[in-house]
């Protein structure tokens, strides 16, 4: 549905989105993380059209999205990260003003926005008299008011409170299980809250991309096991590590000269230290270390994206 080939973006000679591709299907909600800087708003404005790629392409529904720009406009919603709102406007003269812009008849367009995103007993309020949970909401609603297929959706609950942040989380739920939605976030829970795929990039290039319950799956169980020994050779020892059960990989990874170590991955929530054990023993190998290290989301995100704010 969305297909993004070699997309870079070079602001002068600072290049924000580097070689990007992605292809995003329909129904999927993808959240793009990252740290500050790393290149989600220019990812995303690519997308909308907002911004032309300096090289690769961009194409929505097989649509060149450079090329097309109204149709394009007509299939997506977009909420920027500060969303184009007139503080002085009533919420409802907002929203008919947006429906004016975008030349949308249907006439129970409003209200039915409305009713999705629960601002009807705000319709008559001004904008800036709006708590900021009710502004998003607004903002929300200018995003989906023509009906859009695909809504993207630029770091949605910053700057709101923790019960605003779960009620946009919901809402944006809510609204996915008819879309195909893009949202940015630095903020791993978000994307596990709401996220079926997640894609981290750092320094405008993707490093991860991976279903959620797969990091959830880390979250829960994965951990590791950092094992130094001799007398024996890599490729026996990580051989023999990987093929016991409830491990999913062993590699070697740099130590202590003239011993190996080795990082071994763990699928369970079971000690698996017991059975490494036994097989070093077995074989007649010598430990020399054995440590179980925990691998957290937030340990995963940060390994593979430190040294990434650009500014
Ligand atoms: N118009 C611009 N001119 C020059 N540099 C820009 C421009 N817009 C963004 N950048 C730079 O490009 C890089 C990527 O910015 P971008 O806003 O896409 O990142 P981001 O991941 O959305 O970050 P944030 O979470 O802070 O919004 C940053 O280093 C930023 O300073």
Known sequence: MITLSSVSKDYGSFRAVDNLSLEIKEGEITGLLGPNGAGKTTTMRMITGYFRPSS??????????????????????????????????????????????????????????AEICGITGVMHKRIDQLSKGYKQRVGLAQAIIHDPKILILDEPTTGLDPNQIIEVRNLITEIGKTKTVILSTHILQEVEAIANRVVIINKGAIVKDDHTDNLRAVKNGHYTVRLALSGTDTTKATEFFSTLPGILEAHQVPGEEGLITILVTAGTEEDVRPALFHTVTQKGWTLFEMSREKQSLEAIFRELTTGGDHD
């Open 56 to 113: 690769g392409t961009v194409s929505v529904n097989g649509i060149d999205v450079s090329k097309d720009p109204e149709t394009i406009r007509s299939i997506i919603g977009y909420l920027p990260e500060s969303p184009p709102l007139y503080g002085e406007m009533l919420t409802y003269d907002y929203l008919r003003y947006v429906t004016g812009v975008r030349k949308i008849t249907d006439e129970t367009a409003i209200r039915r926005t």
